[in-house]
């Protein structure tokens, strides 16, 4: 109050304004700019929407989603895309159905005691040895992470692990058991993420350029093969970087016990959590099943997952509930992103940025040095300007014309590119780390004092299993 008059709210704050005015000047500016027999006046103007989008995104003017409309509807009206169908053909592409249908997995975990049950059984075998402990609460974060969102993941994790901190006395900010089982479950739900298609929607947007520039599509199977070996390497690292960065202090038997007692009493299995099980069962299998049956596609199991919730008989979640679970911004966002991509590749934008990405002495690389250095790259540019599905969007195509030209199985860059910018292990910077950063349990420099051993096995891991995998052997 101010003479007893309220203050008002403030419409833009300075970031967001900022980011509203380098928007215009990007779309007015880029709107302008003639064509060149290289670029063409669409193609300027196209790649000025997708700037101005990331613009606004990197500065939060506007949900993210309804950016992603913004854009959408500037190509439309600019004449880009003179057609409304293919100005906003993002929100016909199975990419954002995916995004909807896969919050089926994030739903059988939040209502049934599936997740709680998982973490008791890790927390059980690490007993009251504080460094098992850490790795434990790690584990079984990145496995729910395999399933659900990495937010949902670390959010469920946090309830058990608050507690016991509470539990046993540990001071805020100075507790190094404190500090070890907060990042703990952030790097756990990142490594987590990037080990399935439906472990991050990162994972899904990059196959949804995939097979918007290339055709090519991507098995739930194969994703596997690619993520799991990864995240094998990169946990026990990160793990090991944690406990050695911040050894934790001990703990007593008695403590964990008092904590199973009052966080952990889950009883028999209820009727919902056996409709739970079964589902998360069944539809990984026919994920997976998708690899020799052609009708069985991620999109379409995951769209049957979401109905199924729904099914008489079933009422696993209400519609509020699922209208609660689901993110209608991210699925505005896939279909921005995508679309505003789509305007890109067929305006010849796309063709003309890799085209400078292949001219700059990359191909005259071999082709480990090459993908090393791409993967550092990533990388850096993502820890200082965590735009991660801004990034993907711009760097997808091009490394997808590079794979093409040396012989690289097309989901190799595509696995790399989502696995290597889906969050920064330097800095509490990304949603899966800032949630745990805001309890103040650990600093901002903490993360990288326990995140750049993770992060450089994370660049190793992933360049190496790429390379492996689909350059020496090409497997798609």
């Avoid at 196209?46 to 993210?64: K, S």
């Avoid at 995140?451 to 798609?476: D, N, Q």
Wanted: with cysteine.
């Amino acid at each position: 109050m101010n003479g007893g008059i309220a203050e008002r709210p403030r419409l833009f704050t300075a970031k967001q304004a900022v980011g509203f005015v380098l928007a215009v000047v990007s779309i007015a500016g880029s709107y302008f700019i003639p064509g060149c027999p290289e670029l063409t006046h669409e193609a300027i103007a196209a790649c000025g929407i997708l700037l101005g989008a990331v613009f606004m995104w990197f500065c939060g003017t506007m949900p993210t989603g309804v950016v992603g409309l913004l854009g959408c509807l500037a190509l439309f009206a600019l004449g880009i895309r003179p057609q409304f169908a293919d100005a906003f053909s993002g929100y016909t592409s199975t990419t954002a159905w995916f995004v909807l249908g896969v919050y089926c997995m994030t739903a059988l975990m939040q209502k049934s005691s599936l997740g709680v049950r998982l973490t008791k059984r890790f927390i059980m075998w690490a007993g009251a040895d504080s460094r098992k402990l850490v790795f434990a609460i790690m584990l079984a974060t990145a496995c729910m992470s395999s399933i659900m969102t990495d937010t949902g993941a670390v959010a469920l994790s946090m309830s058990f692990v608050l507690p016991l901190l509470d539990l046993i006395g540990a001071e805020r900010g100075k507790s190094n058991l404190g500090k070890c089982l907060l990042l703990g479950v952030s790097l756990g739900a990142l490594i987590g993420g990037f080990t399935t298609p439906c472990g991050h929607s990162l994972n899904v947007l990059s196959i949804g350029i995939l097979e918007q520039t290339t055709g090519d599509t991507v098995s739930y199977l194969s994703w596997m093969v690619y993520g799991v070996p990864v995240a094998a390497v990169v946990l026990p690292c990160a793990w090991k970087a944690l406990v050695h960065a911040f050894p934790p202090e001990s703990i007593t038997q008695d403590k964990v016990d008092e904590l199973m007692s009052s966080q952990f009493q889950t009883g028999a299995f209820t009727a919902l959590d056996v409709k739970c099980l079964v589902l998360m069962i069944v539809l990984p299998a026919l994920w997976i099943a998708g690899n020799w049956i052609g009708m069985l596609n991620s999109t379409s199991i995951a769209l049957l997952g979401m109905i199924l919730l729904f099914v008489p008989g079933m009422n696993i979640v209400s519609w509020k509930e699922f209208e609660h679970l689901a993110s209608w911004n991210l699925f505005l966002f896939f279909g921005g992103v995508l679309s505003i991509g789509g305007a890109v590749q067929a305006t010849g934008a796309a063709t003309f940025i890799a085209n400078a990405f292949l001219g700059s002495g990359i191909l005259g690389l071999p082709v480990f040095a090459a993908l090393l250095i791409i993967a550092t790259f990533l990388y850096l540019i993502h820890t200082v300007c965590p735009i991660s599905p801004a990034w993907c969007a711009i760097f997808m195509p091009p490394l997808l014309v590079f794979a093409q030209t040396v012989g690289l199985a097309s989901v190799a860059p595509t696995f790399m590119i989502v696995c290597l910018i889906a969050g920064s292990y330097l800095v509490p910077l990304c949603p899966a780390m800032n949630m745990t950063y805001d309890t103040g349990w650990y600093s901002f420099k903490d993360t990288s004092r326990a995140g750049w051993l993770a992060s450089i096995a994370l660049v190793a891991a992933a360049v190496v299993w790429v390379y492996i995998l689909g350059y020496v052997i090409g497997l798609m």
